[in-house]
């Protein structure tokens, strides 16, 4: 079975600094994807940044960077200048294809608030 | 730009009742899966269609069921509701032909359906 830890509920930032989320998971596949999502209060889900497993580079999208570790198992998020539009739940998900089918599994979340 | 379409965007239904939810996915795209987020957790993979059948499902009951139509578009439809299926229902799209050969460039989410029941 799959399994994505997220063990911090909620976090603050001041707006312009730095914060990193971190993400652990748990898997026997060896190829995977994978991502952080956001949602804000529009509750609508929006990539932010995607990993491929087999890549050892870790994946950056502008201010937000990835550090992949895949012994260890954890996929964390850094958001550099953090912005006041930052601010929504953030959850760590990752993708296996399997069988032919793609099973996803996300994360419980972590709240992420930019304090201006 | 036509990402994913869900609705209604909120419902109100009494417990025992029926309800079903639309989805219409992105352009492109010819998969759609649906899942429940209950307040303060992450999404739960309910079941995802594909060429108009099930082909995969999470560990709900069989109240949860659901459709998918020539166009792609899909119903989730919940049966005999319970106060514990208030939730925010989300809808993702994806196309399996990149999944197929690997290349997963996750979802695309529609902004879901609020369901309260009481």
């Known amino acids: 079975a799959q399994t994505v830890t997220q063990s911090q509920p909620e976090m603050s930032v001041q707006e312009a600094e730095t914060v990193t989320l971190s993400c652990t998971y748990d898997?026997?596949?060896?190829?995977?994807?994978l991502f952080w999502y956001k949602q804000p209060p529009s509750r609508q889900m929006i990539l932010v940044i995607r990993?491929?497993?087999?890549?050892?580079q870790n994946a950056t999208e502008n201010r937000f960077s990835v550090n992949f570790q895949k012994a260890a198992k954890s996929f964390s998020l850094k958001i550099s200048d953090s912005q006041l539009g930052d601010t929504a739940m953030y959850f760590c998900?990752?993708?296996?294809?399997?069988?032919?089918?793609?099973?996803?599994?996300f994360g419980t979340g972590t709240k992420l608030q930019v304090i201006p | 730009d036509a990402g994913v379409t869900q609705s209604p965007t909120h419902l109100i239904k009494t417990r025992g009742q029926q309800v079903t939810l639309r989805c219409s996915p992105k352009?492109?795209?010819?998969?759609v899966s649906w899942y429940q987020q209950a307040l303060g957790q992450g999404p739960q993979f309910i079941f995802q269609?594909?060429?108009?059948?099930?082909?995969q499902r999470g560990n709900f009951p069989d109240r949860f069921s659901g459709h998918q139509f020539p166009n792609y578009s899909s119903e989730l439809n919940v049966n005999a509701l319970l106060l514990g299926d208030s939730a925010l229902y989300l809808c993702?799209?994806?196309?399996?032909?990149?999944?197929?050969?690997?290349?997963?460039?996750?979802?695309?989410f529609g902004s879901g359906t609020r369901l309260t029941v009481v």
């Open positions: 993702a799209s994806s196309l399996e032909a990149l999944a197929a050969r690997h290349f997963n460039y996750g979802y695309t």
């Open positions: 269609y594909y060429e108009e059948e099930e082909r």
């Open positions: 998900a990752f993708i296996i294809n399997s069988g032919g089918y793609q099973k996803v599994t």
């Open positions: 990993q491929e497993a087999y890549k050892q």
């Open positions: 352009s492109g795209h010819d998969t």
């Open positions: 898997t026997s596949e060896s190829n995977y994807y």
